[in-house]
């Protein structure tokens, strides 16, 4: 079974500019969402993916948007880059349905923008 | 939105002694409720979770209650051992209406267990 992967692990950027960050879901999972970690805090819910479609999004402004393939895979895109932006992306898939529940995290990718 | 407070922030334990880590959420309506361990560098993994149907629920050294009158649930450590420190964070689940399964974290507890 192959866990979920995030690539790339870190990257910097600067204020304006925009960057797409992957994920491969675990194999078997319908379900991609994705998460902002600010040092030091929880994770914050960005939205989620499911059968290709942003199917619940948290308080993120639209400059954060995604997309999910037909194989199960995911991008998060930011737009016009932030100093806030700051963080740790986690990425976790899932099963859809309503008796699932446990998420399955990679590793992250650290952005830091200058 | 859902509210999630944890206590305390950080919790300091011998090892071997007993730690408890409470979580408040304030939607009612929340039906699944988990603790996610994230170790240094490392991804948040799930370590138990339960259901609004149940209200205890026990896995090893590791159990987790949930009051859903009072709207808060508990991590329960027992017999501390050194690979149990850790940042804990419970995240709920409230319903969206929409069909998303975002959880909320909570700020996170950082469990140190002295030797």
């Known amino acids: 079974e192959t866990g979920v992967t995030q690539s790339p692990t870190h990257l910097i950027k600067t204020r304006g500019q925009q960057v797409t960050l992957r994920c491969s879901s675990q194999?078997?999972?319908?379900?991609v969402s994705w998460y902002q970690q600010a040092l030091g805090q929880g994770p914050q819910f960005i939205f989620q993916?499911?059968?290709?479609?942003?199917?619940g999004r948290g308080n993120f402004p639209p400059r954060f948007s995604g997309l999910q393939f037909p194989n199960y895979s995911s991008e998060l895109n930011v737009n016009a880059l932030e100093l806030d932006d700051s963080a740790l992306y986690l990425c976790?898939?899932?099963?859809?349905?309503?008796?699932?529940?446990?998420?399955?995290f990679g590793e992250g990718s650290r952005l830091t923008v200058l | 939105g859902e509210n999630v407070e944890q206590h305390p922030s950080t919790l300091s334990v011998q090892e071997g002694d007993s730690a408890v880590i409470k979580c408040t959420y304030s939607d009612s309506a929340s039906n699944y409720f988990p603790w996610y361990k994230q170790e240094l560098g490392k991804r948040p993994q799930l370590i138990i979770d339960i259901r609004s149907n149940v209200g205890e629920k026990k896995d090893q050294r590791i159990a987790v209650t949930l009051n859903k009158t009072a709207k808060h649930f508990s991590l329960h450590i027992t017999e501390t051992q050194p690979e149990d420190s850790a940042v804990y964070f419970c995240?709920?689940?409230?319903?969206?209406?929409?069909?998303?399964?975002?959880?909320?974290f909570g700020k996170g507890t950082h469990l140190i267990i002295q030797p």
């Open positions: 194999s078997g999972h319908n379900t």
């Open positions: 976790a898939s899932s099963l859809k349905g309503p008796n699932t529940g446990e998420l399955f």
């Open positions: 993916y499911y059968r290709e479609e942003e199917n």
């Open positions: 995240a709920p689940r409230g319903y969206s209406g929409g069909g998303a399964d975002g959880l909320t």
